[in-house]
Nanobody, 126 residues
Framework: QVQLVESGGGLVQTGGSLRLSCALS????????MGWFRQAPGQEREFVAT????????RYADSVKGRFTISKDTAKLMVYLQMNSLKPEDTARYYC???????????????????WGQGTQVTVSS
């Protein structure tokens, strides 16, 4: 089981940037995929980005493609989400997640991720 702790959220103006961090502990393996999801009040949890722990291939939601970048530091057991050109609609609580053996077609499904952090709030003011 992997434990996850997010940090880096906050209040930013439209067009600004934030970098979220996710610290991992516990057992990690080459079969893990790491994901960032977000959830706004009254809405379902939404896929943002994912990266494979081994190899580093990435996938993004269309809504963030070209603005957000997911990355990892395997030596430090860290996953990052660099968010640029932020918009008010990016306002949500952002969650880091980990899952094993997730096939490509299911990267966007929260149910495929078995470990979750507590989340960090991102608020973008207009």
């Amino acid at each position: 089981q992997v434990q996850l702790v997010e940090s880096g959220g906050g209040l930013v103006q439209t067009g600004g940037s934030l970098r979220l961090s996710c610290a991992l502990s516990g057992r990690t393996s080459s079969s893990h995929a790491m994901g960032w999801f977000r959830q706004a009040p009254g809405q379902e949890r939404e896929f943002v980005a994912t990266i494979r722990w081994s190899g580093g291939s990435t996938r993004y939601a269309d809504s963030v493609k070209g603005r957000f970048t997911i990355s990892k530091d395997t030596a430090k057991l860290m996953v990052y989400l660099q968010m640029n050109s932020l918009k008010p609609e990016d306002t949500a609580r952002y969650y880091c997640a980990a899952g094993e053996r997730i096939i490509f077609s299911e990267y966007h499904r929260p149910s495929r991720y078995t470990s979750w952090g507590q989340g960090t709030q991102v608020t973008v003011s207009s």
